[in-house]
């Protein structure tokens, strides 16, 4: 299996002027609707683990934390490691491959917990992918995306994307509430007292 890439990840409140200063001599690379159905079990333990399985416009996928964990210190920089391939999908969730991965997931009693609609608009800039947010709900967000191959890789590009937010002129920003975890403080409040707790999500 070949190994999965990290991304690094930080998210930008589109605040003031923060839009512009983004995306000044950015180019648009396209705009996508996505429709994302999260999944979870009923103690939430995939989430509370910072699993986060998801269909995303009908294809089935899982965010998780590499080994050390999403976070880099007090740093408003996320990591996570996608899979997208079904089989790979179920087998990091300890559940064995059947025909239908939405019976396998039912029969382990893995349901929809959350439907989040919304349109992105994804923009490069030098190096960087930026992904500006807009949720059904009205919630806006940026995103500033880097690769990273391993440890190092990590550790290089959060600089790199630390570097470039100051040359942006935004500079260090608050760690941000993602879709999902606004979705849950509005929808499901027990569901997102139990991540805050678990320190899954830090408000
Ligand atoms: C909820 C969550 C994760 C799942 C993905 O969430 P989010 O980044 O909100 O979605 P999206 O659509 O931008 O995903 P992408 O297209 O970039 O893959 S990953 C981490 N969380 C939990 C989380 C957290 N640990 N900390 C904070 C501040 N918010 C959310």
Same mark, same amino acid.
């Given at each position: 299996?070949?190994?999965?890439?990290?991304?690094? +990840?930080? =998210?930008? *409140?589109? #605040? /003031?002027?923060f %839009?512009?200063r983004?995306? !000044?001599?950015?180019?648009? @690379?396209?705009?996508?609707?996505?429709?994302?159905?999260?999944?979870?079990?009923?103690?939430?333990?995939?989430?509370?683990?910072?699993?986060?399985?998801?269909?995303?416009?009908?294809?089935? +996928?899982? =965010?998780? *934390?590499? #080994? /050390?964990?999403? %976070?880099?210190?007090?740093? !408003?920089?996320?990591?996570? @490691?996608?899979?997208?391939?079904?089989?790979?999908?179920?087998?990091?969730?300890?559940?064995?491959?059947?025909?239908?991965?939405?019976?396998?997931?039912?029969?382990?009693?893995?349901?929809?917990?959350?439907?989040?609609?919304?349109?992105?608009?994804?923009?490069?800039?030098?190096?960087?992918?930026?992904?500006?947010?807009?949720?059904?709900?009205?919630?806006?967000?940026?995103?500033?995306?880097?690769?990273?191959?391993?440890?190092?890789?990590?550790?290089?590009?959060?600089?790199?994307?630390?570097?470039?937010l100051?040359?942006c002129?935004i500079g260090?920003?608050?760690?941000?509430?993602?879709?999902?975890?606004?979705?849950?403080?509005?929808?499901?409040?027990?569901?997102?007292?139990?991540?805050?707790?678990?320190?899954?999500?830090?408000?």
């Amino acid at each position: 299996m070949a190994k999965e890439e990290i991304e690094v +990840e930080i =998210k930008v *409140p589109l #605040e /003031g002027d923060f %839009r512009e200063r983004l995306l !000044a001599g950015a180019v648009l @690379v396209r705009r996508v609707e996505l429709r994302d159905v999260y999944f979870d079990d009923a103690s939430f333990s995939l989430t509370l683990a910072d699993k986060w399985l998801r269909e995303r416009n009908g294809k089935f +996928e899982l =965010k998780q *934390p590499p #080994e /050390g964990g999403s %976070r880099i210190g007090e740093t !408003a920089v996320q990591r996570y @490691v996608e899979v997208s391939c079904d089989g790979e999908i179920l087998s990091a969730l300890g559940l064995l491959e059947g025909d239908d991965m939405a019976e396998v997931l039912r029969r382990a009693g893995i349901k929809p917990f959350a439907v989040i609609k919304s349109v992105r608009q994804k923009f490069k800039r030098k190096k960087f992918a930026i992904d500006i947010d807009e949720t059904e709900f009205g919630y806006s967000l940026a995103e500033v995306e880097l690769m990273a191959k391993d440890e190092q890789g990590v550790e290089e590009a959060q600089k790199e994307i630390m570097a470039f937010l100051a040359e942006c002129g935004i500079g260090d920003v608050k760690r941000q509430l993602g879709k999902v975890a606004v979705y849950l403080r509005e929808n499901s409040p027990e569901h997102f007292k139990k991540l805050v707790m678990r320190g899954v999500i830090s408000v």
